[in-house]
């Protein structure tokens, strides 16, 4: 039972925020979690959940049960835009023996997972509801949600992700997420090759195209395009321009194209960001995408959520005669850097890959370089 925290309020239940109420519940505090969305039902861009991510779900017990939702994923293969196999290069495992080295999911069921696990430990999650205000009241802080009740609370966690209410209210100031100059077009595929996991095809102008296997039955196909933002592309069009848009690939990728479901295709404008320090006002903490956002390119986005919340987790059971503001900056100070070569690293290959600071000749050593550094302990 933590001494510090009895009762905690998550906002948001993505990554991040499912994670911090198991991490959380699991230390002994009682857990409320608001979360703007209907219900769990999720959609959204399909994940890659990397062997440092199954490692932190592996902390908190739900790392099997991810697994067993998703199709592990043990080799990288690379290939040329016209589909000549480059490399198959073998992921490497920093998790434990009976994990797999990586795992590709829907968002659906990996948040889902992460919910049920959460609701069956004692979360209690109020959908539809989010804060309107969080103010001190001598050591504790209290939220006025939108559901009518204004209960209080020893911690909050803004779990909001990247246009994070909790950010706005709290930490005014703070620096908000950039536009990267890259979009992301990503559409779902039947899973041709069920042996087939993850590779990456690439291109001379500027598109960076990468395949996952999610379920038995699906994959999904991703392109990475340097463009304005796209407010203006009519979602109408979606299917037809993200099937011109891999028109010079071939081999594997050109039979995706050809087998893109209609109505499965999505484009989103990437962001990056990190919050200079502190991310902890008083009682209040930011966690996962409201106080980092990554580009996907090193594909560690979810994982530092993950991580975030598994750490808070801990910090706050370990907190042995340390009151919660020296916890909380101690988190901060544990999980700042990791995060920020995240994001760097990441932003650094989206600006490579759209043809800024000299072209992409150092990208796979980065990628290297960040993987190498991410494998070090949480
Ligand atoms: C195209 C793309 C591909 C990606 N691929 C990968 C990948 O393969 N692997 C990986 O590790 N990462 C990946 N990421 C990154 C990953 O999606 C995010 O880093 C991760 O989802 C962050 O988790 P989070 O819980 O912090 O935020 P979110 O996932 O954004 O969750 C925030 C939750 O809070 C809710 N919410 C928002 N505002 C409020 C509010 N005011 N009140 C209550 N609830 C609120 C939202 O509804 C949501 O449920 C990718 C990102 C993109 C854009």
Same mark, same amino acid.
């Given at each position: 039972m933590s001494?510090?925290?009895?009762?905690?309020?998550?906002?948001?239940?993505?990554?991040?925020?499912?994670?911090?109420?198991? =991490?959380?519940?699991?230390v002994g505090a009682e857990v409320d979690v608001v979360e703007l969305a209907l219900d769990d039902r999720i959609f959204g861009s399909e994940l890659l959940l990397s062997s440092p991510n199954l490692r932190a779900l592996d902390a908190i017990g739900v790392a099997e049960s991810v697994v067993a939702e998703g199709i592990p994923i043990d080799t990288l293969e690379l290939q040329t835009a016209d589909g000549a196999e480059v490399a198959r290069v073998p992921i490497p495992n920093v998790a434990?023996?009976?994990?797999?080295?990586?795992?590709?999911?829907?968002?659906?069921? *990996?948040?889902?997972?992460?919910?049920?696990?959460a609701s069956a430990a004692g979360a209690k999650i109020h959908h539809e509801t989010t804060v309107e205000s969080l103010?001190?009241?001598?050591?504790?802080?209290q939220a006025t949600l939108t559901n009518g009740t204004s209960p209080i609370y020893d911690l909050v966690v803004g779990a909001d992700g990247w246009m994070s209410t909790v950010r706005r209210l709290r930490f005014p100031n703070a620096s908000l997420p950039q536009y990267a100059g890259q979009c992301v077009w990503r559409g779902r595929i039947p899973r041709?090759?069920?042996?087939?996991?993850?590779?990456?095809g690439m291109a001379g102008d500027g598109k960076d195209v990468g395949?996952?296997?999610?379920?038995?039955?699906?994959?999904?196909?991703?392109?990475?395009? =340097?463009?304005?933002?796209?407010?203006?592309?009519?979602? =109408?069009? *979606?299917?037809?321009? *993200?099937?011109?848009?891999?028109?010079? *690939?071939?081999?594997?990728?050109?039979?995706?194209?050809?087998?893109?479901?209609?109505?499965?295709?999505?484009?989103?404008?990437?962001?990056?960001?990190?919050?200079?320090?502190?991310?902890?006002?008083?009682?209040?903490v930011l966690i996962g995408d409201a106080a980092h956002t990554t580009t996907p390119q090193i594909g560690y986005g979810a994982g530092l959520a993950v991580e975030d919340a598994v750490v808070l987790g801990e910090m706050v059971a370990a907190a042995d005669g340390d009151d919660l503001a020296s916890t909380l900056n101690k988190f901060v100070d544990r999980r700042y850097e990791r995060c920020k070569l995240v994001v760097e690293a990441s932003t650094q290959i989206s600006r490579w890959q759209q043809?800024?600071?000299?072209?992409?000749?150092r990208q796979a050593q980065l990628t290297d370089e960040t993987w190498a550094a991410l494998a070090q302990p949480m």
């Open positions: 001494l510090l925290v009895h009762k905690a309020l998550v906002v948001g239940g993505g990554p991040a925020g499912l994670t911090a109420a198991i =991490a959380l519940l699991r434990r023996e009976g994990l797999p080295p990586s795992v590709g999911i829907t968002r659906r069921a *990996f948040y889902s997972t992460l919910y049920n696990a103010v001190d009241v001598d050591h504790q802080v041709r090759d069920r042996t087939k996991g993850l590779f990456r395949m996952i296997s999610v379920s038995e039955e699906h994959c999904y196909v991703m392109c990475l395009v =340097a463009q304005p933002k796209p407010e203006r592309i009519d979602p =109408a069009s *979606f299917t037809v321009t *993200f099937k011109e848009m891999l028109a010079e *690939f071939g081999g594997d990728v050109e039979w995706a194209r050809d087998h893109i479901e209609e109505g499965t295709v999505s484009v989103a404008a990437l962001h990056w960001h990190v919050m200079d320090k502190p991310w902890h006002d008083g009682r209040v043809g800024l600071d000299g072209g992409n000749s």
